[in-house]
C-alpha cells in the first residue's frame, strides 16, 4: 500500500502546483499523457503477461482524479477573476461619471470606491489585475492562462478581449 501513499502525495503536489502556483493546466496535461504512454500500455503489457494491473490501474484513477481537480480549480479561479473583473469594470465606471476622467490607477478607488484592490486569482502569480491609463487607451487586464490567455476590458470600446 506504501506506493499508492507515494502515489497520492504525488498527485496532491502537482495538484497544488499546477493549480495554485503555475495556474494552467500544464501539469495536468504532462500527467495525461504520462497516463496515455506509460500507465496504459503498462496494464496492457501486465494483462498480457496474466498479472495483475490493479496497481497501474490505481495510479491512473489517482492521477485522472488530479487532472480533473485541476481542471475545476482553474475553471473556478477564472470564473472568480472574471466576476472580480467584472466588478472591477462598474466601479471604475463609477469612478468616470463622478470626476469626468478614468483614474491613473487603481489605487485610486481606494478607499472610496473600494476598500481595497483585489487580486484576480487565488494563485501565487500571476495574480494581479494590471490597469492602463493613457490618452489613447483605458485597460483592465488580467491573466486567465499563464503565460498568455490575457484578458482585458476596453473602456474605450466597453468591450471584452484577448491579447493573446
Do not use: C
Not at 36 to 51: C, D, I, N, S, T
Not at 56 to 77: D, E, G, Q, R
Amino acid at each position: 500500500m506504501y506506493p499508492m501513499k507515494k502515489t497520492i502525495l504525488i498527485a496532491i503536489g502537482l495538484f497544488v502546483v499546477d493549480a495554485f502556483v503555475l495556474s494552467m493546466g500544464a501539469m495536468a496535461f504532462i500527467m495525461a499523457l504520462g497516463i496515455l504512454f506509460w500507465f496504459l500500455p503498462e496494464v496492457v503489457l501486465l494483462k498480457y503477461r496474466k498479472q495483475s494491473p490493479k496497481v497501474p490501474l490505481t495510479k491512473i484513477a489517482i492521477y485522472s482524479a488530479m487532472i480533473v481537480a485541476v481542471m475545476i480549480a482553474n475553471a473556478a479561479n477564472n470564473m472568480l477573476a472574471k466576476s472580480r473583473a467584472e466588478n472591477l469594470v462598474v466601479v471604475i465606471e463609477k469612478y468616470h461619471q463622478s470626476t469626468g476622467h478614468y483614474p491613473e490607477n487603481l489605487e485610486d478607488l481606494v478607499p472610496a470606491y473600494i476598500p481595497e484592490v483585489p487580486t484576480a486569482k487565488f494563485a501565487v502569480f500571476p495574480t494581479k489585475f494590471r490597469y492602463s491609463n493613457s490618452k489613447d487607451t483605458t485597460l483592465l487586464l488580467y491573466v486567465a492562462t499563464p503565460p498568455f490567455g490575457r484578458v482585458t476590458y476596453n473602456f474605450n470600446r466597453q468591450s471584452w478581449g484577448y491579447i493573446d
